[in-house]
């Protein structure tokens, strides 16, 4: 191309400048990140003490420690590879656009991460825990409790890693759901049953149609945002690449900035909880006695409890008149969360579980009053139930009127405040496990995201835009207890913005990007599965 025709071009023709990426990682950084490590995990091993020495039970032999350890360990590995697979994604627009340089960029986004996990509600862990089957949720403390969560963990991270050893933007949502279905599958298959019994499918379809929806309204609505503002906001310096090392105006730097702060913020909220339920898993089985029940409930929860309990218990007793129960009422129940299925025992044995429930709160005065051998039973009826009414509310042959229905739910949210909760040291090690992650390992995926979707270099608009879709989808998602791609979200939002540039895309990219998510389930299911059969054998 000639001088001429150069200069009749004007700044639009002088080449875009790429980030530097390659420079070191900071030694006193370096030395700040292992000094936070090991105070996390330092924080962690005090947390547990103080928390077995206060309920005045625990685990009497050593082994129980080790399998702790070693789960939590590797549950926080997992949020460590999540931090650095995951996270590159929102970096990656204010290092290409200099906005921020990277180092600068990767502590500023972990920071986030960690203030996200911090202020999560819990609700998308345990959205995350009620896929995995019943049976294996109450006796997380077995052998098949054991071989479940490391079979799911080990089985995500490997996948993850392998997708960020390529540079693919993988989604570590999807990884963990498809190693939660490959364990449902297998423990079904072990135990003689269908394996598509092992699995909820009603939550499974739910969390999957998040999941696949959000990356297209991601892309979609990315690119109606670029549109619209080039329409309203006249500024061609916002439309444009950048052309030197320094920073845009500041006032487009602190969009940029901006953005990146609320994707990582609500990423650490999002993702974040994923980690948190199954560390409470763990956390259940090897010590019931401090983490099966809220110790620390609202004040008033105990008689709040037995008022709900009582409602609730006349109004299945009042479906279930006609039937009476032999024995033991949890085999019905469990089949009923299965099967999804109303049969003539479901309504009384439903009734005599939430009525054991309530005699036993009522016996010993509140939930934090249980004593240590009663604690996991009463754990696990508590669960049971929660589930059953969680079925029983999307049932459409459940003939409750809009009241029942009310009062129902009101009583679910009393089971659930009692054991679905996540003490604040929990939050606090995962917030750092994903934070530190965050701040390595982010290169291979941010040149993806920055250089390799779109033919031409990311404009300051089109990552303006992207991330803004992406943090809005997010803390959506977080708002209504759903599982989403940070991944998916941004890197289709990217593309979305190149479509409506008129960039052009880079289709060996975008095959690799939708082979990925194709291939992330069943590869993710047929490894955990896999594991979970070998840990069978090991446990």
Not at 171 to 184: A, D, E
Not at 338 to 347: D, L, V
Not at 471 to 480: E, K, P, R, S, Y
């Amino acid at each position: 191309m000639s001088a001429a025709f150069d200069a009749r071009l004007g700044p639009a023709a002088v080449a875009p400048v790429k980030p530097h990426l390659d420079r070191p990682l900071d030694i006193r950084l370096a030395l700040i990140l292992l000094a936070v490590l090991a105070l996390g995990l330092f924080y962690m091993a005090y947390s547990i003490r103080s928390d077995l020495s206060a309920s005045g039970g625990g685990p009497t032999t050593i082994l129980p420690f080790l399998l702790l350890g070693v789960a939590l360990l590797i549950a926080l590995g997992f949020e460590f590879v999540n931090g650095f697979h995951d996270t590159a994604n929102a970096v990656a627009t204010v290092i290409y656009t200099h906005a921020l340089p990277a180092q600068i960029a990767v502590v500023w986004s972990g920071c986030w991460n960690l203030l996200g996990v911090l202020a999560s509600t819990g609700a998308v862990a345990f959205g995350i825990v009620s896929l995995l089957p019943v049976e294996l949720i109450l006796q997380v403390g077995s052998s098949a409790g054991y071989a479940m969560v490391f079979a799911l963990l080990i089985a995500a991270i490997i996948w993850n890693l392998g997708t960020w050893w390529l540079g693919i933007p993988a989604s570590s949502s999807h990884t963990l759901i498809g190693s939660i279905v490959g364990v449902g599958v297998a423990n079904a298959l072990v135990n003689g049953k269908d394996g598509t019994s092992g699995v909820d499918w009603d939550q499974v379809t739910k969390v999957g149609e998040a999941l696949l929806f959000s990356p297209l309204f991601g892309f979609t609505l990315s690119a109606l945002l670029l549109l619209i503002m080039k329409a309203v906001i006249r500024v061609p310096e916002l439309y444009t690449a950048p052309t030197t090392n320094k920073p845009p105006s500041p006032w487009i730097r602190g969009l940029l900035i901006l953005t990146c702060t609320l994707v990582s913020f609500f990423h650490g909220s999002n993702d974040g909880q994923k980690g948190m339920g199954l560390i409470m898993l763990i956390l259940i089985g090897v010590a019931p006695t401090a983490y099966a029940l809220n110790r620390a409930p609202p004040e008033g929860h105990a008689a709040q409890f037995i008022a709900s309990a009582h409602a609730a218990s006349k109004i299945v007793e009042a479906h279930g008149a006609g039937y009476n129960v032999i024995g033991d009422p949890r085999p019905a129940v469990t089949d009923y969360v299965h099967a999804h299925h109303i049969a003539e025992g479901t309504y009384p044995s439903l009734a005599v579980l939430v009525k054991d429930i309530s005699d036993s709160v009522e016996q010993y005065g509140s939930v934090a009053r249980t004593p240590l051998d009663k604690v996991q039973n009463l754990r696990n009826d508590m669960y049971l139930a929660s589930e059953a009414f969680r079925v029983l509310a999307k049932d459409k042959e459940n003939e409750l009127t809009a009241e029942e229905k009310g009062q129902i739910a009101d009583f679910k949210k009393q089971l659930d405040s009692a054991t679905k909760f996540i003490p604040l040291w929990v939050k606090i090690c995962v917030a750092i496990a994903l934070g530190l992650g965050t701040m390595v390992g982010w290169k291979r995926i941010v040149v993806t995201v920055g250089e390799k979707i779109g033919k031409t270099h990311l404009t300051y608009g089109q990552g303006a835009a992207a991330e803004l879709i992406a943090a809005a989808t997010i803390g959506a998602a977080d708002g209504f207890g759903l599982p989403v791609s940070t991944t998916h979200v941004l890197s289709s939002g990217v593309a979305g913005t190149m479509v409506a540039n008129g960039s052009g895309m880079q289709w060996s990219t975008i095959r690799s990007i939708a082979m990925a998510w194709v291939l992330t389930l069943p590869a993710a299911m047929i490894m955990s599965g896999a594991l979970f059969l070998i840990f069978r054998q090991i446990f």
